[in-house]
T-cell receptor, first 112, second 117 residues
Framework: ETGVTQSPTHLIKTRGQQVTLRCSSQSGHNTVSWYQQALGQGPQFIFQYYREEENGRGNFPPRFSGLQFPNYSSELNVNALELDDSALYLC???????????FGPGTRLTVL | DQQVKQNSPSLSVQEGRISILNCDYTNSMFDYFLWYKKYPAEGPTFLISISSIKDKNEDGRFTVFLNKSAKHLSLHIVPSQPGDSAVYFCAASATLGGSSNTGKLIFGQGTTLQVKP
């Protein structure tokens, strides 16, 4: 049984660009969630997908969007990047909404 | 508003002693609580959880205590080891439907634990 994986590990973009981050959930998990972690803070919930449909969203603007695919993979897309989007982006998967979530190693995004 | 708070940014203990990390929450809809450990350049690793129907859960050296009336939980690590040095996050979620928090984990700001040899 493999854990949660994310790609890429690091990414540098410029303001105004678009970025796609990828995640492969643990096999058998039905939910995938994305979190943003700024330096010195706890992870902040962006949104969750349950069986390929959005199942809750945090306080993030619509330029943050996502997809979940049947093969346990997921994407986080961010349009019109801003400097404040620089953060560690974490993907987490689990069996049920609200239950234990298992995190990947994260993607460090730097926006210049 | 900060629904989950970890008021101690850091804690230092001697190897072999007990580490106690604290967490407070404000939302009475939370019914499931978790602790994660995070090393630099890694994602959070799940440690232990507790449902609101319990007041204690134990797993090896780790014990979580929940005091619902005080809206407080704590993580005890006994005995502490140098490898336990990391940032510890508590998180809460509402697992019942109908809450705006359903499906998401709300995290505290984290406590950096240093275990000295």
């Amino acid at each position: 049984e493999t854990g949660v994986t994310q790609s890429p590990t690091h990414l540098i973009k410029t303001r105004g660009q678009q970025v796609t981050l990828r995640c492969s959930s643990q096999s058998g998990h039905n939910t995938v969630s994305w979190y943003q972690q700024a330096l010195g803070q706890g992870p902040q919930f962006i949104f969750q997908y349950y069986r390929e449909e959005e199942n809750g969203r945090g306080n993030f603007p619509p330029r943050f969007s996502g997809l979940q695919f049947p093969n346990y993979s997921s994407e986080l897309n961010v349009n019109a990047l801003e400097l404040d989007d620089s953060a560690l982006y974490l993907c987490a998967s689990g069996w049920t909404a609200g239950g234990t979530q298992y995190f990947g190693p994260g993607t460090r995004l730097t926006v210049l | 508003d900060q629904q989950v708070k970890q008021n101690s940014p850091s804690l230092s203990v001697q190897e072999g002693r007990i580490s106690i990390l604290n967490c407070d929450y404000t939302n009475s809809m939370f019914d499931y609580f978790l602790w994660y450990k995070k090393y630099p350049a890694e994602g959070p690793t799940f440690l232990i959880s507790i449902s609101s129907i319990k007041d204690k859960n134990e797993d090896g050296r780790f014990t979580v205590f929940l005091n619902k009336s005080a809206k407080h939980l704590s993580l005890h690590i006994v005995p502490s080891q140098p490898g336990d040095s990391a940032v510890y996050f508590c998180a809460a979620s509402a697992t019942l439907g109908g809450s705006s928090n359903t499906g998401k984990l709300i995290f505290g700001q984290g406590t950096t634990l240093q275990v000295k040899p």
